[in-house]
């Protein structure tokens, strides 16, 4: 149990860097569209975790007032994103975001 109270200020930033690392590999490397709205996610969690961590150990509440910002952001980014997955899907029938491409047009 001593080591769980040994937790300190790089050990929240360190799994915040590999969130946002795994996050943003999702977001670069694929093609699918839900994938890429879950690497989003996973980066807005990772500034979730720095939000909170500096606001722990600064003592102060601007780090949780900012985070419970991102959540909001994220709830709605949810849904607006996966509303435009379902109509993707409903017009190609798929959801692979190189198919995509002819909405330029």
Do not use: P, Q
């Amino acid at each position: 149990m001593e080591l769980l109270t040994n937790i300190g200020l790089n050990h929240y930033l360190t799994i915040s860097a590999l969130l946002f690392g795994f996050g943003l590999f999702a977001v670069m490397t694929r093609k699918n569209a839900i994938v890429i709205l879950m690497g989003v996610e996973l980066i807005l969690n990772a500034a979730n975790i720095n939000f909170l961590a500096f606001s722990k150990f600064n003592g102060g509440m601007e780090g949780v007032m900012f985070s419970l910002f991102v959540i909001v952001l994220a709830a709605a980014e949810a849904a607006v994103g996966l509303a435009i997955v379902i109509n993707i899907y409903k017009i190609f029938r798929s959801v692979d975001v190189s198919t995509i491409d002819t909405m330029k047009e």
